[in-house]
């Protein structure tokens, strides 16, 4: 089969789903190694750029552990973590702060502003989009999110924007929460009617064997995750991803997609063709 005619291909199996999806709401987790590496970060914003161009709504939530790990280094404040959880004290709090809302937020909106689309940055801090209250005094200041005001990014979509959200969030005395970027999207697909949340991860979606690479679940109903849980054999950073997964579907989201981000166009094979590329998630 020539290029062309894998092309013709792929764009005969798209255009269903395109006209299918077009006036809908996608709400996409960028994250892993898609947002450590340049090249794979192009490509990622590149592909929710033609999501928004096919007229799909996107939202893209982000957190950014290494580059918040990178800060704390430079200002030589030691790292600590809890059950894999990162333990955030004050200072370390104004170090998430800043390396999320600054330094990460906007680099990704100049990437959208760079290939030609529309973006505004924002934290869960602004108009009180993210709402939360502390896990524990232990882990500081982790929190869960508790609601989502979500009429900013419904102004900013109906205005042709591309919001692009960092997972902090703000209590009810209005002081800065960190809280896990896989559970902020999930509270934000929820929020917005998405209906589909993607994650993009650094497997091939939700494994049968977490030693396994090839061993990929293309389909996964939500009792089948809850029992991964419940059982165990969900390894711990797949956790929250299948945690939040089945909070965004009791919440009424359609689907959730689990991806490998560091995959060419992974996000743009997974919703446009038949086979897709990683695990789906439904009811």
Known sequence: MTDAQIHADVLNQALPYIQAFRGQTFVVKYGGSAMRDPS?????????????????????VHGGGPE???????????KKTLHGLRVTDQET??????????????????????????????SGRDADLLEAEALSDEYGRVGTVTKVNAEVLTVATEAGFIPIVCSVATDSDKRALNVNADSAAAAIAAAVGA??????????????????????????????????????????GMIPKLEGAIHAINQGVSAVHMINGGLPNALLVEVFTHAGIGTMMSE
């Open 93 to 122: 709090m104004d170090v998430v702060e800043m390396a999320l809302a600054g330094r990460a937020n906007k680099s990704l909106v100049a990437e959208v502003q760079r290939a030609g689309g529309k973006a505004i940055g924002l």
């Open 40 to 60: 794979l970060m192009q490509g990622v914003i590149r592909n929710v750029l033609l999501l928004h161009l096919v007229g799909i709504r996107s939202i893209l």
């Open 195 to 236: 209906s589909k949340l993607i994650l993009l991860t650094d497997t091939n979606g939700v494994l049968a064997d977490k030693n396994d690479v090839d061993s990929t679940i293309s389909r996964l109903s939500k009792a089948e995750a809850q029992r991964m849980l419940d059982s165990g054999e969900a390894d711990r």
């Open 68 to 78: 918040i790990d990178s800060w704390l280094v430079k200002l030589g404040i030691e």
